[in-house]
Structures are given as structure tokens and as C-alpha cells.
């Protein structure tokens, strides 16, 4: 069962940039789907994008398109999130998960990573 560590969280100025880690061990990024949510304090989970498992096709939520990116370095085995224009909603802790290929149950989950965007 593949294992997910997210890093790279941290405190921004609004207007940043953050580029946050999601390294998986004990499986191959290219069997997985992996997406990346976030949380609040006080709110739901939501989906922020996800790059399928041939490592090309991505997808964002609305309110990340034109400012994020995700890409993936088979190499070392990791996927990362771009994101620029930082505002302060988007706080949160942020989270990668993976789904096996052909699904959409992300089943997998790391522990999150925080990301503080100041006004």
C-alpha cells in the first residue's frame, strides 16, 4: 500500500507563491491518481486539483485554475502543487491522497501539511 508525506506548507504573504511536496513510498506514482484537498477550520474538505496517473492529465477546482499546477517527478516518486497568487482564503491544511488507477476513491492519505496565506 503506497504511503503519502506531504511537505512544503508554511506562512505566505498574500500575492505568494508556495510549491508543496506529496512523496509517496511502498508504490509507484504511476499507478495512482493523486489529487490534493484542503480544510479549513470550520469547513468542509475540498478538492483542490489532481493529475492522473499517466502524470499529463490534470484537473483544478475553480477556485485554483490560472493559478495553480500540479506535475509529478516519477524519479523521486512525488507530485507537487504549484500555487500562485496565494489569498488568505486559501488557508488551510492541505492534503494529497491517491486513488489506484481506474478509480475514484482516494483511499490514501497523507497527514496534511498546513499553508497560511497573510493579508
Known amino acids: 500500500q503506497v504511503q503519502l508525506v506531504e511537505s512544503g506548507g508554511g506562512l505566505v504573504q498574500a500575492g505568494g507563491s508556495l510549491r508543496l511536496s506529496c512523496a509517496a513510498s511502498?508504490?509507484?506514482?504511476?499507478?495512482?491518481?493523486i489529487a490534493w484537498f484542503r480544510q479549513a477550520p470550520g469547513k468542509e474538505r475540498e478538492f483542490v486539483g489532481a493529475?492522473?496517473?499517466?502524470?499529463?492529465?490534470?484537473q483544478f477546482a475553480d477556485s485554483m485554475k490560472g493559478r495553480s499546477t500540479i506535475s509529478r517527478d516519477s524519479a523521486k516518486n512525488t507530485v507537487y502543487l504549484h500555487m500562485n497568487s496565494l489569498k488568505p482564503e486559501d488557508t488551510a491544511v492541505y492534503y494529497c491522497?491517491?486513488?489506484?488507477?481506474?478509480?475514484?476513491?482516494?483511499?490514501?492519505w497523507g497527514q496534511g501539511t498546513q499553508v497560511t496565506v497573510s493579508a
Open positions: 511502498g508504490g509507484l506514482l504511476n499507478n495512482y491518481n
Open positions: 493529475i492522473n496517473s499517466n502524470g499529463i492529465s490534470t
Open positions: 491522497a491517491a486513488a489506484s488507477r481506474g478509480s475514484t476513491k482516494y483511499d490514501t
